[in-house]
């Protein structure tokens, strides 16, 4: 399992070569040479990524309930985290790897998760971080503003980074 939850913009011709070759994800995430013949347009450095967050695949759970308002599964892209933690249920993204560990969206589906991901919201992160604690017999008593700021504020670079592959025709890579 990848420790760390990372996402960077990936054209779809990238994600199409990646997905026929499970396998080379990590190779192009690393920017690492592959055995020829690689496409032309195979990194020769890690692509920019969004990796500064607190999410790993022990809280893909709490971040799917934040993004999708609770614990159900969805099939749409808001399927983000839910790959992590269920990557067997049918879902929209497309599976990179033979591990589950990386997966991704195409273009076209990149502005249904950014219209979800610009919704999140200090109150709807508050709602679903005491649901999901209260859930899992966690302690909610002590969740205030200042314990879900830090959740709201990786969603909005999130929503950069989507908004960054809207604008560029891209979809992503996690």
Same mark, same amino acid.
């Given at each position: ?72 599964? =969805?099939?749409?892209?808001? @399927?983000?985290?839910?790959? *992590?933690?269920?990557? &067997?249920?049918? $879902?929209?993204?497309?599976?990179? #790897? ?31 971080? =005491?649901?999901?604690?209260? @859930?899992?017999?966690?302690? *909610?008593?002590?969740? &205030?503003?200042? $314990?879900?700021?830090?959740?709201? #504020? ?21």
């Amino acid at each position: 399992m990848a420790s760390g939850f990372l996402v960077c913009v990936a054209p779809d011709a990238h994600i199409d070569h990646l997905a026929a070759h499970p396998g080379l994800v990590h190779d192009y995430l690393d920017g690492a040479a592959v055995p020829a013949p690689a496409p032309p347009w195979w990194p020769t450095e890690p692509p920019p990524m969004l990796d500064s967050w607190g999410i790993n695949h022990r809280n893909t759970e709490l971040y799917h309930w934040i993004l999708n308002g609770g614990p159900e599964p =969805v099939s749409d892209a808001g @399927a983000i985290f839910q790959s *992590w933690h269920a990557p &067997d249920h049918p $879902a929209a993204f497309v599976k990179l #790897d033979g591990y589950n560990e990386r997966f991704a969206l195409r273009a076209t589906q990149v502005p249904a998760l950014a219209a979800r991901v610009h919704k999140v919201d200090l109150d709807a992160v508050m709602r679903a971080f =005491v649901d999901w604690c209260k @859930a899992n017999g966690k302690t *909610w008593e002590d969740i &205030d503003r200042y $314990a879900c700021e830090p959740f709201v #504020d990786e969603f909005a670079a999130l929503g950069q980074r989507l908004d960054e592959a809207i604008r560029d025709g891209h979809g992503i890579i996690w």
